[in-house]
């Protein structure tokens, strides 16, 4: 379940951002990192620990819609300069951090305590997350599915020519796609810096995993996210378990690989021929 809640919750803003716009943010795990970073200050600063982890986030997307306006608005529809920029926006942060904050910052210990179930102790800060994390998939299937905003993302997300023939602002789409994703960045960072060590090298614990969630889940952001964090989190935790945390990243990697080899449209794109099949046979 840990893992679970990991690879939804660090891939989910990346799944936005890539699944809708089609950038490649390198730059991701540095805005997990700033919300971490703007979670722990306000909590230093005496503000109660779920309001900080909102900071964090509405801090993180702030952000996000200037290096929106000022960079990422002209990379819409070039993946490759997208690498280059976002690359060369992940060092920036990432040596401003060191330079500010120093190497690392002492933030406060996971909450909540935790309980005991057959002798072997669970922290119930990270059973929450893994509820928050199912909450999150459930809100953002409302928010896609069945609102205005859900519809014009994805008619830009299908068809950018045609959603915008009928009327759709695709340029302001884009922009609030790209800050729904960097708060959900920032959202994770702020989650998950009460249980590691915060430092400018925070995210870079987040970026592979959820790359190889994302890309592993297709091109639908929500179904596939969904579908590839439980695969991932279970093939992940399982190794860990038996074998350690190193072997458990290496068989995240090969499972990825196996995966995208033998079906390089991911789980949704699976999950989609699978429902044409159904409706072929039916009709």
Same mark, same amino acid.
């Given at each position: 379940?840990?893992?679970?809640?990991?690879?939804?919750?660090?891939?989910?803003?990346?799944?936005?951002?890539?699944?809708?716009?089609?950038?490649?943010?390198?730059?991701?795990?540095?805005?997990?990192?700033?919300?971490?970073?703007?979670?722990?200050?306000?909590?230093?600063?005496?503000?109660?620990?779920?309001?900080?982890?909102?900071?964090?986030?509405?801090?993180?997307?702030?952000?996000?819609?200037?290096?929106?306006?000022?960079?990422? /608005?002209?990379?819409?529809?070039?993946?490759?300069?997208?690498?280059?920029?976002? !690359?060369?926006?992940?060092?920036?942060?990432?040596?401003?951090?060191?330079?500010?904050?120093?190497?690392?910052?002492?933030?406060?210990?996971?909450?909540?305590?935790?309980?005991?179930?057959?002798?072997?102790?669970?922290?119930?800060? /990270?059973?929450?997350?893994?509820?928050?994390?199912?909450?999150?998939?459930?809100?953002?299937? !409302?928010?896609?599915?069945?609102?205005?905003?859900?519809?014009?993302? /994805?008619?830009?997300?299908?068809?950018?020519?045609?959603? /915008?023939?009928?009327?759709?602002?695709?340029?302001?789409?884009?922009?609030?796609?790209?800050?729904?994703?960097?708060?959900?960045?920032?959202?994770?960072?702020?989650?998950?810096?009460?249980?590691?060590?915060?430092?400018?090298?925070?995210?870079?614990?987040?970026?592979?995993?959820?790359?190889?969630?994302?890309?592993?889940?297709?091109?639908?952001?929500?179904?596939?996210?969904?579908?590839?964090?439980?695969?991932?989190?279970?093939?992940?935790?399982?190794?860990?378990?038996?074998?350690?945390?190193?072997?458990?990243?290496?068989?995240?990697?090969?499972?990825?690989?196996?995966?995208?080899?033998? !079906?390089?449209?991911?789980?949704?794109?699976?999950?989609?021929?699978?429902?044409?099949?159904?409706?072929?046979?039916?009709?």
């Amino acid at each position: 379940m840990d893992s679970f809640s990991f690879l939804i919750l660090s891939a989910i803003g990346l799944a936005i951002i890539f699944g809708m716009m089609g950038v490649i943010n390198l730059a991701h795990g540095e805005f997990i990192m700033l919300g971490a970073y703007i979670t722990t200050l306000s909590c230093l600063a005496g503000v109660p620990i779920p309001i900080a982890i909102i900071l964090g986030s509405i801090g993180v997307g702030i952000f996000g819609f200037i290096v929106d306006k000022l960079i990422i /608005r002209h990379l819409y529809g070039r993946p490759q300069d997208s690498v280059v920029a976002t !690359w060369g926006i992940s060092l920036i942060m990432g040596q401003g951090m060191l330079i500010l904050m120093g190497p690392s910052l002492q933030g406060p210990s996971t909450p909540l305590g935790s309980f005991s179930v057959g002798g072997i102790n669970y922290s119930l800060y /990270r059973l929450i997350l893994t509820i928050i994390a199912c909450l999150l998939v459930v809100l953002l299937y !409302w928010v896609f599915m069945h609102t205005k905003f859900g519809l014009r993302s /994805r008619a830009t997300m299908q068809n950018e020519e045609i959603a /915008r023939s009928l009327g759709t602002n695709t340029s302001q789409m884009y922009t609030l796609t790209f800050v729904v994703g960097s708060m959900f960045a920032g959202l994770t960072g702020g989650l998950f810096s009460f249980t590691m060590t915060i430092g400018p090298t925070f995210g870079t614990g987040f970026l592979m995993e959820s790359f190889v969630t994302v890309i592993v889940g297709g091109a639908n952001p929500l179904i596939g996210t969904v579908m590839s964090g439980g695969t991932l989190g279970i093939v992940h935790s399982a190794l860990s378990y038996i074998f350690g945390t190193f072997i458990g990243r290496v068989g995240l990697l090969v499972a990825a690989i196996i995966f995208i080899r033998l !079906w390089p449209t991911g789980f949704s794109g699976l999950l989609e021929k699978k429902i044409l099949r159904v409706k072929k046979t039916n009709g």
